[in-house]
C-alpha cells in the first residue's frame, strides 16, 4: 500500500464546531488531493494541492479550507460543520499530473455531523 | 448533466458470469481512463489504465474505450465472489491535475 494514513479514521461532531481531517503521505508525491464519497455522487474533488503552499480549489469546495505548510502533510478543515458535510471523506497522492495520473487513496475519514 | 455518466447499480450476477460495467461522458477531450475498484470501506485502489481508443487486457479484466461513442467499458470474465465492490471509472485530459470520476457501480457476484 503506498504510505497514506488518514486522521481521525472516525468522527462525530456537531454542527456549527470546526474540525480538521489530516492526510500524511510518507511517498514524498507533489500532488494531494482531498474527495468527499456520498451515494449517488461517487468522488467529488473539493481541493487538491501541486506542491506546499499551492492549492486549488474543487468542484465542491464551500465550506472547506486546506493548507499544505510540508510536502507529506495536508489538511482539510470544515470551519462550522454542517449536516450535509456528513460524509467519508478520502485523501489522494499522485506524483504526475495529467496523462497516467494514477492517484493513490488513502483509508478514508467517516465524518458525522449531528 | 455530469461530466461522467455511470449506472450506480447495485449489479449482482452468479459467480462465473460475465460481468460488463460502463460509463459514459460527454467531454471529447478525455484521453486517459481508467477503472478504480474500492472494496467495502477502503480507499478505491487503480484497477486498469487505458490511453485513448481500444481494448486492454490483464488476467480476466478487459477496458475497452470507444472515443466515437464517448463510451468506456469494463468486463470481467469468470467472476469471483471477491470481485464484489464499487466499481469507478475515471478520466482526464493531457496535462490536467485532476480526474473525473463517475458514481461506480455497486457489484455483488453471487456463490
Known amino acids: 500500500d503506498a504510505g497514506i494514513t488518514q486522521s481521525p479514521r472516525h468522527k462525530v461532531t456537531e454542527t456549527g464546531t470546526p474540525v480538521t481531517l489530516r492526510c500524511h503521505q510518507t511517498e514524498n508525491h507533489r500532488y ?3 474527495y468527499r464519497q456520498d451515494p ?4 467529488r474533488l473539493i481541493h487538491y494541492s501541486y506542491g506546499v503552499k499551492d492549492t486549488d480549489k474543487g468542484e465542491v469546495s464551500d465550506g ?12 482539510l478543515t470544515l470551519e462550522s460543520a454542517t449536516s450535509s ?18 492517484q493513490f487513496f488513502g483509508p478514508g475519514t467517516r465524518l458525522t455531523v449531528l | ?22 460509463c459514459t461522458y460527454s467531454n471529447s477531450a478525455f484521453q486517459y481512463f481508467m477503472w478504480y475498484r474500492q472494496y467495502s470501506r477502503k480507499g478505491p485502489e487503480l484497477l486498469m ?13 478487459t477496458a475497452q474505450v470507444d472515443k466515437s461513442s464517448k463510451y468506456i467499458s469494463l468486463f470481467i470474465r469468470d467472476s469471483q465472489p ?4 464499487t466499481y ?3 478520466m482526464t485530459v493531457q496535462g490536467a491535475q485532476k480526474l473525473v470520476f463517475g458514481q461506480g457501480t455497486r457489484l455483488t457476484i453471487n456463490p
Open chain 1, 32 to 34: 494531494m488531493y482531498w
Open chain 1, 40 to 43: 449517488g455522487h461517487g468522488l
Open chain 1, 64 to 75: 472547506y479550507s486546506v493548507s499544505r505548510s510540508k510536502t507529506e502533510d495536508f489538511l
Open chain 1, 85 to 102: 458535510q456528513t460524509s467519508v471523506y478520502f485523501c489522494a497522492i499522485s506524483s504526475t499530473s495529467g496523462g497516467y495520473n494514477e
Open chain 2, 1 to 22: 448533466q455530469k461530466e461522467v455518466e455511470q449506472d450506480p447499480g447495485p449489479l449482482s450476477v452468479p459467480e462465473g458470469a460475465i460481468v460488463s460495467l460502463n
Open chain 2, 49 to 61: 489504465y487505458t490511453y485513448s481508443s481500444g481494448n486492454k487486457e490483464d488476467g480476466r479484466f
Open chain 2, 82 to 85: 471477491s470481485d464484489s465492490a
Open chain 2, 88 to 90: 469507478l471509472c475515471a
